[in-house]
Nanobody, 121 residues
């Protein structure tokens, strides 16, 4: 079992930056990847960023909507992953979730509780 606890959400103005954290505890594997998804009311949850496990070289992937503005990192010694968001717009307002798992499970076996990000002008 793996437990994920998120922090770092909040309100920010357009063009601002915000960093989300995802602390994990329990049984994990170096091959686990971490995905960041978001969901706003009336829309489906979408994956916006992934950081892969050691077996995949720790590579990252970003959706077209956030590429160039978001970054992901992971500190395995602190068992925490980060989603660094910059140049935020109103379209980035959503509930953000982190998840972890094996790549063949789309990194979605275990989920954090979600944290709200609101971007206003």
């Amino acid at each position: 079992q793996l437990y994920l606890v998120q922090s770092g959400g909040g309100s920010v103005q357009t063009g601002g930056s915000l960093t989300l954290s995802c602390a994990y505890s329990g049984r994990t594997y170096s091959a686990f990847c971490m995905a960041w998804s978001r969901q706003s009311p009336g829309t489906e949850r979408e994956v916006v960023a992934v950081i892969y496990g050691e077996e995949d070289g720790g590579e990252s992937w970003f959706s077209a909507s956030v590429k160039g503005r978001f970054a992901v990192s992971r500190d395995n010694s602190k068992k925490t992953g980060f989603l660094q968001m910059s140049n935020l717009t109103a379209d980035d307002s959503a509930m953000y979730y982190c998840s972890m798992g094996f790549r063949n499970a789309d990194c979605k076996t275990y989920w954090g509780q979600g944290t709200q990000v609101t971007v206003s002008s």
